[in-house]
């Protein structure tokens, strides 16, 4: 498998490229008043709104560093009721519609091939960040596999896809 690595102050991670639509440089976003910290915002492509995720600032708290290396991951989001499966959803096997969602990431440079079997799971439980997934030794070290799928909770869902959550009265009209 193909995966676009980069870098959380230190620490190699690893996106599926089959989940992967698009890989741009770093684009300014429109902000979200009201948003969770880790909403960097949404920007036009191709005529569609697109929410974005500083991934830095979901994971550690800060934004990203506006580095060279820092790049704008476009990946395709499955809004299906069950994302556990990620690299299902990632490879488009949902019967649910998907959204583009972009991922602010830093230090982007650098594709490598690892198989699936090389991932193990690492032990250590990450319930407020599940989309933390399993590790694997590529030869430099260790990294660890970003499941796309599971970054979301539905109540992030809701925020960052409205057209697509249920119908309901909005609460800012009478």
Known sequence: ML?????LDGDRYALD????????????TKSIPGAPA?????FERHGEPVPVI???QLALGRPARQLRSTRLVL?????GPDNTSAQAGARGDSDAPSHLLGLIVERATQT???????FLDSGIATPHARWLGPVANDGVGLVQWVEVQRMLSDEAKA???PQAAPTQPSPYYL
């Open 3 to 7: 995966f676009l690595l980069f870098d």
């Open 75 to 79: 990946v395709r989001y499955s809004l």
């Open 54 to 56: 500083d991934v830095s």
């Open 17 to 28: 490229a089959a989940g992967i639509a698009e890989v741009l440089a770093l684009a300014p």
């Open 159 to 161: 925020l960052l896809f």
């Open 38 to 42: 880790w909403v960097a915002g949404m």
């Open 112 to 118: 490598r091939r690892i198989e699936r079997t090389q």
